[in-house]
T-cell receptor
Framework: DGGITQSPKYLFRKEGQNVTLSCEQN?????MYWYRQDPGQGLRLIYYSQIVNDFQKGDIAEGYSVSREKKESFPLTVTSAQKNPTAFYLC??????????????FGPGTRLTVL | GQSLEQPSEVTAVEGAIVQINCTYQ??????LSWYQQHDGGAPTFLSYNGLDGLEETGRFSSFLSRSDSYGYLLLQELQMKDSASYFC?????????????FGPGTRLSVLP
């Protein structure tokens, strides 16, 4: 079955540590996105990538980094520079090239808690 | 900057019809999307409007008026499983047309 997977589902981090969240898709989509969601809030764009080896900052990129070495994979690193990293992180993908809609497909999310 | 506004909460009974409004202010505009998110889950796509008018998908319909910067999601024959948060989202011209901005969400409670 095609879809997006994220791991781990829950992640606990000590202050000062970097952590990497995994996102993999087998939908053959060109574009991938990382969002952050805080309790009771909407989604905010952290980073996005339209093609391999290229990515752009979203609205809240400070304290985060990404890579796009393969079309299927778009890992997100939450660095120690991120002041308040506790949140629900969602990865999404979109067909992009030739797409007639803006449909994004989301992974199940990773809930990060800083201890 | 970009901003979207939605009502924070809506309550309705099973079998009823409910409308969730969304107004937006963005720098350029490509389309309005709607997503459903159950507690603890991931958002799932419901509907998209790239042009003015009504789009119908089963019990869900969505409407867009570009001149009014306004859209709505219409849910008919409400079921208990429709209790969730609903987000509108727009794609605007920032970041090479890849900037997606989500509204704050509307929490729908369906009562028996």
């Amino acid at each position: 079955d095609g879809g997006i997977t994220q791991s781990p589902k829950y992640l606990f981090r000590k202050e000062g540590q970097n952590v990497t969240l995994s996102c993999e898709q087998n939908l053959n989509h060109d574009a991938m996105y990382w969002y952050r969601q805080d309790p009771g809030q909407g989604l905010r764009l952290i980073y996005y990538s339209q093609i391999v080896n290229d990515f752009q900052k979203g609205d809240i990129a400070e304290g985060y980094s990404v890579s796009r070495e393969k079309k299927e994979s778009f890992p997100l690193t939450v660095t120690s520079a991120q002041k308040n990293p506790t949140a629900f992180y969602l990865c999404a993908s979109r067909e992009a090239q030739g797409a007639r809609t803006d449909t994004q497909y989301f992974g199940p999310g990773t809930r990060l808690t800083v201890l | 900057g970009q901003s979207l506004e939605q009502p924070s909460e809506v309550t309705a009974v099973e079998g009823a019809i409910v409308q969730i409004n969304c107004t937006y202010q963005t720098s350029g505009f490509y389309g309005l999307s709607w997503y459903q998110q159950h507690d603890g889950g991931a958002p799932t796509f419901l509907s998209y409007n790239g042009l003015d008018g009504l789009e119908e998908t089963g019990r869900f319909s969505s409407f867009l008026s570009r001149s009014d910067s306004y859209g709505y999601l219409l849910l008919q024959e409400l079921q208990m499983k429709d209790s969730a948060s609903y987000f509108c989202a727009v794609r605007d011209q920032d970041n090479y047309g890849q900037n997606f901005v989500f509204g704050p969400g509307t929490r729908l409670s369906v009562l028996p």
